[in-house]
T-cell receptor, first 114, second 117 residues
Framework: AQSVSQHNHHVILSEAASLELGCNYS??????LFWYVQYPGQHLQLLLK??????LVKGIKGFEAEFIKSKFSFNLRKPSVQWSDTAEYFC????????????FGTGTRLTVIP | DAGVIQSPRHEVTEMGQEVTLRCKPI?????LFWYRQTMMRGLELLIY????????DSGMPEDRFSAKMPNASFSTLKIQPSEPRDSAVYFC???????????????FGPGTRLTVL
């Protein structure tokens, strides 16, 4: 069965620290990849997405993610986090098999200490 | 654009009662998804529709759960009878098909926080 793994359940960083959140998926075919963010008490919002082309994708608020096909990974990065980045981050994968549902990872909670 | 609209935002009910959650997708979107989010299980897909037709309901936990989409602008998720373990945040999302390249971005509603006492 397809799965999406986010190995970091809770990450705590100080402001200005660099961030990298891991995401791995288990599917050998072509995929679309997404990172969503959920700020406290709010709904999920798209951070960035990858469909094709340049494997380094830039999103909103200074986030970026790199698709490494050989590693089945789509890690999220930000060079310098801010307190306002405190949120839960979800990686999601869509399998291009005709089905249109997303498979979500379990999420990583990021706490940024001022 | 108003985005995906869900109602109610909060619902508190007693065990055994019927609960109906409502969703209005973004106009023009042809996919609608219902998710449930809990601390224990994270974000789970319950069911999704394409052009008002249910495509995959394998995530619906039990027969107590049912979902309908009578038209392109409205969907309901019903729980009858409700149980305390149904307490969760229920999200609705909609998206537009990206021409055979899989799903495009899903836009989420604000969610309905359901508490079953």
């Amino acid at each position: 069965a397809q799965s999406v793994s986010q190995h970091n359940h809770h990450v705590i960083l100080s402001e200005a620290a660099s961030l990298e959140l891991g995401c791995n998926y288990s599917y050998g075919g072509t995929v679309n990849l997404f990172w969503y963010v959920q700020y406290p008490g709010q709904h999920l919002q798209l951070l960035l997405k990858y469909f094709s082309g340049d494997p380094l994708v830039k999103g909103i608020k200074g986030f970026e993610a790199e698709f490494i096909k050989s590693k089945f990974s789509f890690n999220l990065r930000k060079p310098s986090v801010q307190w306002s980045d405190t949120a839960e981050y979800f990686c999601a994968v869509n399998l291009r098999t005709g089905a249109n549902n997303l498979f979500f990872g379990t999420g990583t909670r990021l706490t940024v200490i001022p | 654009d108003a985005g995906v609209i869900q109602s109610p935002r909060h619902e508190v009910t007693e065990m055994g009662q019927e609960v109906t959650l409502r969703c209005k997708p973004i106009s023009g979107h042809d996919y609608l998804f219902w998710y449930r989010q809990t601390m224990m299980r994270g974000l789970e897909l319950l069911i999704y529709f394409n052009n008002n037709v249910p495509i995959d309901d394998s995530g619906m936990p039990e027969d107590r759960f049912s979902a309908k989409m009578p038209n392109a602008s409205f969907s309901t998720l019903k729980i009858q009878p409700s149980e305390p373990r149904d307490s969760a945040v229920y999200f609705c999302a909609s998206s537009l098909t990206s021409g055979g390249a899989g799903t495009d971005t899903q836009y989420f509603g604000p969610g309905t926080r359901l508490t079953v006492l």
